[in-house]
């Protein structure tokens, strides 16, 4: 396992460290949930990193890698980052890459989600999914991808106050009837996006 040793971060109850490139405190939740029983996760806050990395890249996977490869460049440490994109068919594929600035620079997660609702009046064809992809940093210098998905529908309004981002906008297929902010952080990971490639990651990494 290329993983750093917990022995630079102080006791890790002899689990390897995994360094998350995320300051997100919903995603370190919703991994560490997944995966907390085999690896001791960390977010960039405990590594001292509080930088506000550049999403620039085109596609999902451009973007996990541009933030993995931030944190083993600087600070010398294999890691992790996971990058996410709400793909609406009546919208073309939007947000897309651009889920995290929908509404523009500067907005949050409920402008974005209203924008998204705004611009979906009258759509017959809700159909959406959430595709998570995760790179890994390898030791030789290469990246590894991981990716899950979830496919479901937005509502016509929002519901529920769990989770983040697109949560309350979100039904997925396998939980009709709910959106995902009307769900246990259990029940999420057990069927989203970021659950179904954090648990492709862990079998690799303890294959
Ligand atoms: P990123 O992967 O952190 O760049 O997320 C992109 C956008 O998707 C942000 O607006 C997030 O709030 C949103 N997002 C990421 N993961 C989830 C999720 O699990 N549920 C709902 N929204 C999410």
């Known amino acids: 396992m290329s993983l750093s040793s917990p022995s630079s971060f102080g006791p890790a109850n002899g689990k390897p460290v995994l360094v998350v490139a995320t300051n997100n405190q919903h995603k370190l939740a919703e991994i560490k949930a997944i995966i907390g029983h085999s690896f001791d996760v960390k977010g960039l806050a405990d590594i001292g990193c509080h930088d506000d990395i550049p999403e620039t890249a085109d596609t999902l996977a451009g973007n996990a890698e541009i ?38 620079p500067g907005h949050d997660s409920k402008a974005n989600m209203e924008l998204l609702l705004d611009r979906m009046v009258g759509l017959h064809d809700r159909s959406a999914r959430f595709v998570t992809v995760v790179a890994l940093t390898l030791a030789d210098g290469g990246i590894k991808f991981f990716e899950g998905t979830v496919e479901g529908h937005i509502s016509a309004s929002p519901h529920g106050s769990a989770g983040f981002g697109y949560d309350p906008v979100f039904v997925p297929r396998e939980a009709p009837g709910l959106t995902f902010a009307e769900m246990s952080t259990e029940s999420k990971n057990a069927i989203s996006h970021r659950g179904r490639a954090i648990r492709a990651l862990a079998d690799y990494l303890l294959r």
Do not use: F, H
């Open 67 to 104: 933030k993995a490869r931030y944190v083993k460049d600087k600070y010398g440490l294999e890691c992790i980052a996971d990058d996410t994109g709400l793909i609406v068919d009546g919208l073309g594929g939007e947000p897309g890459v651009r889920s995290a600035r929908y509404a523009g």
